[in-house]
T-cell receptor, first 109, second 111 residues
Framework: RKEVEQDPGPFNVPEGATVAFNCTYSNSASQSFFWYRQDCRKEPKLLMSVYSSGNEDGRFTAQLNRASQYISLLIRDSKLSDSATYLC??????????FGTGTRLLVSP | DVKVTQSSRYLVKRTGEKVFLECVQDMDHENMFWYRQDPGLGLRLIYFSYDVKMKEKGDIPEGYSVSREKKERFSLILESASTNQTSMYLCASMSQNTEAFFGQGTRLTVV
């Protein structure tokens, strides 16, 4: 089993739609969690950290479920500019990060 | 703003050459990483370092080595480049349990 698993997509949605991505992780001792965004041929950039209590940043909401070992990202009112690959990232401890393979989102007019 | 700088955006090297990829960060982070990214495989960890002169193997260290002589600089070395090392290489740095910051990536082609 992979340490971090994501549905690769692509998710094709129209502008204005709500879309959700899930990610599962295998190490129950994992300490911190993140969502990164990666545009084509660019480096990954932090979208948001994920906290146990859940957190929201504008149209983006991230949730963590430790019991079921998954994290989620919800995007409301999708924009064309949201088209990108979204990477689920887990810190299992040991001072390193483990990346999922990414979920590709395509938002169309 | 945190800045992680990789020495080259694009490199073309011949099979068998020794290749150096350099990475410098300006935020005094303890931890630095080298990943490679390939289509369908995501980011895979090659090596990481949590302190000067310290290094740890990641998931795919074969064919690579690293050097960390100064806290701000982490170098990836391909001892004898091969065509299967053609990839995007990404350097990252982070402090304890915080997010990682990435360099802009080096797209290496080995011919």
């Amino acid at each position: 089993r992979k340490e971090v698993e994501q549905d690769p997509g692509p998710f094709n949605v129209p502008e204005g739609a709500t879309v959700a991505f899930n990610c599962t992780y295998s190490n129950s001792a994992s300490q911190s969690f993140f969502w990164y965004r990666q545009d084509c041929r660019k480096e990954p950039k932090l979208l948001m950290s994920v906290y146990s209590s859940g957190n929201e940043d504008g149209r983006f909401t991230a949730q963590l479920n430790r019991a079921s070992q998954y994290i989620s990202l919800l995007i409301r009112d999708s924009k064309l500019s949201d088209s990108a690959t979204y990477l689920c990232v887990v810190n299992p401890g040991f001072q390193k990060l483990v990346f999922g393979t990414g979920t590709r989102l395509l938002v169309s007019p | 703003d945190v800045k992680v700088t990789q020495s080259s955006r694009y490199l073309v090297k011949r099979t068998g050459e020794k290749v150096f990829l350099e990475c410098v960060q300006d935020m005094d982070h303890e931890n630095m990483f080298w990943y490679r990214q390939d289509p369908g495989l995501g980011l895979r960890l090659i090596y990481f370092s949590y302190d000067v002169k310290m290094k740890e193997k990641g998931d795919i260290p074969e064919g690579y080595s690293v050097s960390r002589e100064k806290k701000e600089r982490f170098s990836l070395i391909l001892e004898s480049a091969s065509t299967n090392q053609t990839s995007m290489y990404l350097c990252a740095s982070m402090s304890q349990n915080t997010e990682a910051f990435f360099g802009q990536g080096t797209r290496l082609t080995v011919v």
